[in-house]
Every structure is written in C-alpha cells, then in structure tokens.
C-alpha cells in the first residue's frame, strides 16, 4: 500500500476564527460539501466508528476524510485500508485542536474540490476543540460507554457544541457502571437539540440510525 | 454530608511557567510534602483508581486530594465520601489544564501545609496539561485499556512527561483489542524510565505495586 500523506499544519493567522469559520461553511455549502467535525476523548473509538459508517454510505457519497493528530498516521492508514476512501492525515504540530483555517489547510491537502461527505477527525480531546469553530457543517462527539455517565458534567461546552452524540461502545454496557438514562438526561441538559445515538462498531448496532441522519443532512446541504 | 468546597481558579499572571514550578517543587519539598499529578483522558478513572489506592496509604500518610474539573463537584465528593480525607474541587473556568500558579493557589485551597501526600487530579485531557509543568514532585498518568496500545504514538508529550503510568481497567481486557506488550514497548519508546503498573480498581490486581511506589516516593521526600 502506498503510504498515505502526511500533512504538517501551520498556527492559522488569523485574528477571528468564528469569522473564518462562517465563510468557509459557506464556501463549503455553496459547493455542496457537507463537513462533520468528528469529537472525542482519546481512545473512544472514533476511527473505528467512522470505517463502520463510511462503508455504509461510501457508494452513495463520494467521501473524503482528515484525520489530525500531534503525531503518527495510523488512523489515516486504516481508513484507507478498511473503507478505500481517500484519506490524509493532519499533523497539528503539538497543537490541541483544529481551528478554521487548519481546516481549510486540510480540505486543500485533500486536493479535491468534488467531494459530498468530507470528514475531520478532531484531536482526541474533550476540552480544546470545542472551543474552535473549524467550520464544519455539523459537530458530531463520541461518549463511549466506558468513559461514564458523567462526562456531560466535567466538559459541558462539548456537549453544547455537538449536534449529534454517538454513545458508543454499548456492546461494552453490562461490564461498565455507565446509566443510558442518567447519560441521556446530562446530555439534553447541556444541549436539548442534540440528537443522541447509541451504537455499537463492533456489533454494528446503532450504526444504521447514524447513517440516516448523515443521509439527511448531507442531502439538505446538496439540494441548497 | 457537608458541601465539598469548590475553588474557582483565576488564570496564572507568571509568564515563566517553569520558573514557578521549580519554585512551588522546592517549596514543597522542603516541607516534606510529595505532590502528585494525576494526567489521563477523560473517563479513564482517575478517581476510582484513587479511592483505591488513597484507602490503602491513608493511614500511613496524612493525604489531600485537589480534584480539577471545568464543571461538577461529583470528584471531590467521591473522594470524602469513599476514603474520609480532605478533597477540594478546584474549577478552571474552561482552562484545559493546571499550571503551577493554578497549582498553588489549589494548594493554598487546601488550608493546611501539613500534607505527606497532596495528590491533584489534572483535568482529563491527554494534550494541554503535558505541556504544563504543575510543580509536582513526579507526574503520573493512567491510559485504560479501552482507549487502546495507540495513545503513546498519538499523544506522545504525555508520556514522554510521565514519570509512572497505569495501565488501568485491566479486568476489561478480554473486551478490547489491547496488546499489553505493544504498549509496553510504545511507552518504554517514548519514555524509557518510566515505570508502568497495570491495575484494576475494581478487581484490586495491582494497586498495591503502584502503593509501593508512591510509599518509596513520599518517603524520599519526607527523609530530605
């Protein structure tokens, strides 16, 4: 296989994020791309998750993904190797998060204009890159079981943020204490509009809801 | 039960970090107290690994614990609740990490200079606090087995920084895809002095390896 590229991230330059973030969802939608800014913990199965959901929707949409890190290029490599879709990976030179114009490096990196589904995988962080408005479409976070219940209370603003909330890894439910109801109730306190998935890559449970939603949203940005 | 206290950090006005770390360790030291910083991602279970192993040194140290989150109180709550020593939450207004003038005015929270052991649970974050020196006598960090043998490759700053790590929740292995030899090697990688416990908080296979090292710390410190 050939490796996949590696793209090393400049400190964006610019002064306003949300503005630069507002004109790149514009240019994106006005070319009929729809952006999913992917955010989670370290470790809460995002990569994984992402191969379960692309290869469902890969021969409807033509998909592209971003995959950013501090450091290493496996995740690139496994999308590629599992889904066949184009992917890169972004380094962030030790930065926390992705910002709007780091987005727009990555979307050039990608070197394609045509794409309906364009996906970046956020640093794994429930902090930082909820503060930053990479210009995404939506914003989707990951809650997996074994993280706890109670993740809606320590990091708020990323639950505020997120449009949609995959709790996954629920095939992992009865050996961890995690309270679907308790979860549930946190999240809509944080945010009453987000959609909340449960599912499972493994046992591909849940995943199907998922994909309908993604179906919906990217065909409302395709017709505009 | 009383309310815990909740301290609200103000931002740190010293512009040489490391300076005021170096400070605050000496200090410390000099007192006789060892500090621990406790770093992992969020949801890895710093707090039940530290009810463990809290209940197994309090009557042998004098012990405080400085619980840092951007919101709740659930973790210092836990803390007296579950072991009887002095617990405070300490609020960063959405600071995605401690450093050491945050560090000291937590310390200054507690109200008491008397400490063997000060523990301070870092908010759950596997990036930003890497990069700030607390002022701790040594940094620990747990990676739990299901975010994966990955987390060194990706978030190498944090292991490069951490003078212990746990490998935690490891009754869970036979439910992930965890290679406890691979992550050996990508620790020992990025951080060859770093002594690695794999534990379990919930079956209590380990605690006292890891017990044994902070015994031969504290009294180290105690002894200068």
Same mark, same amino acid.
């Given at each position: 296989m050939d490796d996949v590229r590696i793209l090393n991230l400049k400190e964006s330059v610019f002064a306003d994020n949300d503005r630069e973030a507002e004109k790149l969802r514009e240019e994106l939608t006005r070319r009929g791309v729809f952006l999913l800014n992917l /955010?989670?913990?370290?470790?809460?199965g995002k990569t994984t998750l992402l191969v379960a959901i692309i290869n469902k929707l890969k021969d409807?949409?033509?998909?592209?993904?971003? +995959?950013?890190?501090?450091?290493?290029?496996?995740?690139?490599?496994?999308?590629?190797?599992?889904?066949?879709?184009r992917a890169i990976q972004l380094h962030t030179g030790g930065m926390c998060h992705l910002d709007a114009g780091m987005t727009r490096q990555g979307i050039e990196g990608m070197g394609d204009n045509d794409f309906d589904l364009l996906i970046l995988e956020n640093v794994g962080n429930l902090v930082c890159p909820a503060e930053f408005d990479t210009?995404?479409?939506?914003? /989707? /976070?990951?809650?997996?079981?074994? +993280?706890?219940?109670?993740?809606?209370?320590?990091?708020?603003? /990323?639950?505020?943020?997120?449009?949609?909330?995959?709790?996954?890894?629920?095939?992992?439910?009865?050996?961890?204490?995690?309270?679907?109801?308790?979860?549930?109730?946190?999240?809509?306190?944080?945010?009453?509009?987000?959609?909340?998935?449960p599912a499972s890559a493994k046992t591909g449970e849940g995943i199907d809801a998922i994909c309908d939603w993604l179906r919906c949203e990217i065909r409302s940005i395709a017709s505009r």
């Open positions: /955010m989670s913990a370290p470790g809460s409807e949409f033509k998909i592209g993904v971003m +995959e950013a890190d501090i450091d290493g290029r496996c995740d690139a490599e496994t999308i590629v190797q599992k889904t066949g879709v210009g995404a479409t939506k914003n /989707m /976070m990951i809650l997996s079981v074994p +993280e706890g219940d109670d993740k809606p209370i320590k990091y708020p603003l /990323m639950f505020e943020v997120s449009d949609a909330v995959i709790i996954s890894k629920i095939d992992t439910l009865p050996v961890f204490d995690f309270d679907m109801d308790v979860a549930r109730e946190r999240i809509k306190r944080r945010n009453p509009n987000a959609v909340i998935f």
